[in-house]
T-cell receptor, first 116, second 106 residues
Framework: DTGVSQDPRHKITKRGQNVTFRCDPI?????LYWYRQTLGQGPEFLTY????????KSRLLSDRFSAERPKGSFSTLEIQRTEQGDSAMYLCASSTGTGGAGNTIYFGEGSWLTVV | AQRVTQPEKLLSVFKGAPVELKCNYS??????LFWYVQYSRQRLQLLLR??SRESIKGFTADLNKGETSFHLKKPFAQEEDSAMYYCALGRAKIIFGKGTRLHILP
């Protein structure tokens, strides 16, 4: 197991286009998280899943953003009609959600989005 | 509301000097608290958790519920400690502070 993996690592898109990021969590991790990080800031919470259920969404996640985890394994984050303000690193993380270390989250390397 | 505050954006410390990275929080209930570290060109990784009460790479952090603080400390800084450090808290939903860049001077 190589940890949380994200694809693509880098994406450059034109304003108004749609983009989709994929995250594969650590095997058997029940929880999956999406964060956004811009330069000089910490990871900002976007949303998280417990298995296939999306349990919480941040107000940062506008109507143009949608995240899914259809089978409780991998997840996708789609941004529609991208804007320049969407340029950021999108981080995925996962955790077991059970046991003493269940709240410890493990991060992927992130997907860089540049909107031009 | 949940909140994590790291008051220092940058902390410069000489090699061999003590380090203290500050973290204050607000939370309704009993959160878990964490310190994460990001070395240059690496992913964010867990440094330590308050419930483990362990020392990792010489770092320790004590939860002070009265002051709602979880400061990270190390008695003698090493050059390899230079990195971004993030304080985090939560139960299922985990939120992060804005981070402190620790720069160890030779």
């Amino acid at each position: 197991d190589t940890g949380v993996s994200q694809d693509p690592r880098h994406k450059i898109t034109k304003r108004g286009q749609n983009v989709t990021f994929r995250c594969d969590p650590i095997s058997e991790h029940n929880r999956l998280y999406w964060y956004r990080q811009t330069l000089g800031q910490g990871p900002e919470f976007l949303t998280y899943f417990q298995n296939e259920a999306q349990l919480e969404k941040s107000r940062l996640l506008s109507d143009r953003f949608s995240a899914e985890r259809p089978k409780g394994s991998f997840s996708t984050l789609e941004i529609q009609r991208t804007e320049q303000g969407d340029s950021a690193m999108y981080l995925c993380a996962s955790s077991t959600g059970t046991g003493g270390a269940g709240n410890t989250i493990y991060f992927g390397e992130g997907s860089w989005l540049t909107v031009v | 509301a949940q909140r994590v505050t790291q008051p220092e954006k940058l902390l410069s410390v000489f090699k061999g000097a003590p380090v203290e990275l500050k973290c204050n929080y607000s939370y309704s209930g009993s959160p878990e608290l964490f310190w994460y570290v990001q070395y240059s060109r690496q992913r964010l990784q867990l440094l330590l958790r308050h419930i483990s009460r362990e020392s990792i790479k010489g770092f320790t952090a004590d939860l002070n519920k009265g002051e709602t603080s979880f400061h990270l400390k190390k008695p003698f800084a090493q050059e390899e400690d230079s990195a971004m450090y993030y304080c985090a808290l939560g139960r299922a939903k985990i939120i992060f502070g804005k981070g402190t860049r620790l720069h160890i001077l030779p």
